[in-house]
């Protein structure tokens, strides 16, 4: 593999968007939130009434599914069916609903393909769940980005001010998620054995992106 890839793998929470973005940014990479994938599926199988549940019904809307980035400036935005969708894939119940239907195996392969088919040839970071383990095994750098789940949780309550979700919500939600990512059958939220493991819970954006730069010029 010519280009290269860094993988950011970790629960919610962890800081894995903010801290892509930014070493995506200092390496004049694309940054990929694959996480936005999963949450398009989810808004239009809400959308579209679809039955996921019902396996031939999953494979149709799938097989319809249209789902690409497009750089707008250094930013890639996503787009579903022509339209960009990113304004309405961040609430609580989008977030629970791809937790549920990205432990589907249909689901799963659909976008497999789609990722790895994103980059092309250019260098890019690539955050998610399954992104050293799964998607990007040969990735040239993978780390796995992790924090404390009350400390995850205060972060998302932090960012949620407006909603007027509760605290409480937050962390019962993000226990439940991140049991459903790491106790799915297919490509569960896991450390790569060749991972570099970050616990972020002391650390702000800026430390860990330095640590992930000085582990990248070092290797
Ligand atoms: O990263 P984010 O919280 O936006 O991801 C939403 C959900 O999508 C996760 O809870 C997880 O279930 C799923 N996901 C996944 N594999 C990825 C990225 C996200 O299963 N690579």
């Known amino acids: 593999m010519n280009r290269r890839i860094i993988t950011i793998d970790g629960p919610a929470g962890a800081g894995k968007t903010t801290v892509s973005r930014a070493l995506a940014r200092e390496l004049g990479c694309v940054y990929v939130d694959t996480g936005a994938l999963y949450r398009a599926v989810a808004f239009e199988i809400k959308y579209r009434q679809v039955n996921w549940q019902d396996s031939t019904l999953l494979e149709q809307f799938l097989a319809g599914l249209e789902l690409d980035f497009v750089m707008q400036g ?64 040969k990735a040239s750098y993978k780390f796995f980005l992790t924090a404390d789940v009350n400390v995850r949780a205060r972060r998302r309550f932090k960012e949620s001010n407006a909603s007027g979700i509760s605290f409480e919500k937050i962390l019962e939600d993000m226990v439940k998620r991140d049991r459903n990512d790491t106790q799915r059958v297919i490509s569960p939220l896991k450390q790569a054995a060749d991972a570099v493991l970050i616990d972020a819970t002391e650390l702000d954006v800026f430390q860990v992106v330095e640590k992930m730069k000085r582990i990248i010029m070092a290797i």
């Open 74 to 137: 250094r930013e890639p935005v996503l787009i579903s069916s022509g339209r960009d969708i990113s304004a309405y894939i961040r609430t609580n119940e989008i977030s629970m609903l791809a937790s549920a239907t990205s432990a589907v195996p249909q689901v799963r392969k659909a976008l497999l393909g789609i990722q790895r088919a994103i980059a092309g040839e250019r260098d890019a970071v690539f955050e998610g769940r399954d992104m050293g383990t799964a998607v990007f095994p």
